[in-house]
């Protein structure tokens, strides 16, 4: 008990912190303090959480950074790491469920919000599709093509198999981009016009086409692109 005590006050002063002032009244890295108290019993996780946000940036940056990038924080090891890989899949679930099953007019401002948080810290581009049905409610979306940092290979056919298949009346396209730069490139309007194409004989409309990066979001239809 004694290899403890140094750190139970400071501890217990911020757990009270988050439950009389709520998350919002922390930093960062007191959040992500308590998050790793559970991880890393025995040590004062201060300075490991801190290093970890001057290393990755942002709680979102530590969640997306890779086992092997984490371990290269003193304190952190696979296990810890493995844990602080929980993050983002917890924070995908809990804006995925604020989207899913509502009508994007209605919903707009938490579908991008979950596309932000699934795709905004990815190291690798990702393609994703997110399908509508025809009250333009997201009844699911599928990730149909991963790649390397700039690039991430679409086959048009999967794309209208995968809607065939969820009975989608309407899709919107998502891709991030690892650069940071969420400006779309000739290819993505390329690809986008392409896909927009093959699609209609089957009646399935293509919404919108997102792009995110790091710090905003592209919509091609905002842009005039589509």
């Known amino acids: 008990m004694t290899e403890l ?10 757990r009270e912190k988050l439950t009389s002032a709520g998350g919002m009244a922390l930093h960062d890295y ?9 991880s890393i019993p025995r040590r004062d996780t201060k300075p490991i959480a801190k290093a970890l946000i001057a290393r990755f940036g942002d709680l979102g940056g530590v969640a997306g950074a890779e086992v092997r ?3 290269t924080i003193k304190g952190v090891s696979e296990r810890v ?5 929980l993050i983002q899949p917890l924070a995908e679930r809990l804006a995925r469920e604020q ?3 509502r009508p994007v007019i209605t919903s707009w401002s938490a579908l991008v919000a979950y596309c932000r948080t699934a795709m905004q810290h990815a190291t690798t581009e990702q393609f994703r599709v997110l399908f509508l049905d025809r009250k333009n409610k997201l009844i699911a979306d599928q990730v149909l093509g991963e790649g390397t940092i700039d690039h991430a290979p679409v086959y048009p056919r999967e794309v209208v198999k995968a809607a065939l298949a969820h009975e989608a009346s309407a899709i919107i396209l998502v891709h991030n981009h690892p650069s940071g730069d969420a ?17 209609k004989p089957f009646e399935i409309a293509v919404h919108d086409h ?17």
Not at 81 to 85: H, I, N, P, R, S
């Open 69 to 71: 990038e984490l371990t």
């Open 30 to 38: 007191e959040l992500l303090e308590l998050y790793l108290f559970r």
């Open 5 to 14: 005590a140094p750190h139970t006050g400071h501890r217990d002063r911020l």
């Open 210 to 226: 997102l792009v995110i990066g790091r710090e905003n979001t592209a919509s091609f239809k905002t842009l005039g692109l589509m």
């Open 81 to 85: 790491a493995a844990d602080l890989k």
């Open 183 to 199: 400006t779309p490139s000739q290819a993505d309007i390329e690809m986008t016009r392409t896909l927009m194409e093959i699609c």
């Open 99 to 101: 989207a899913i099953g």
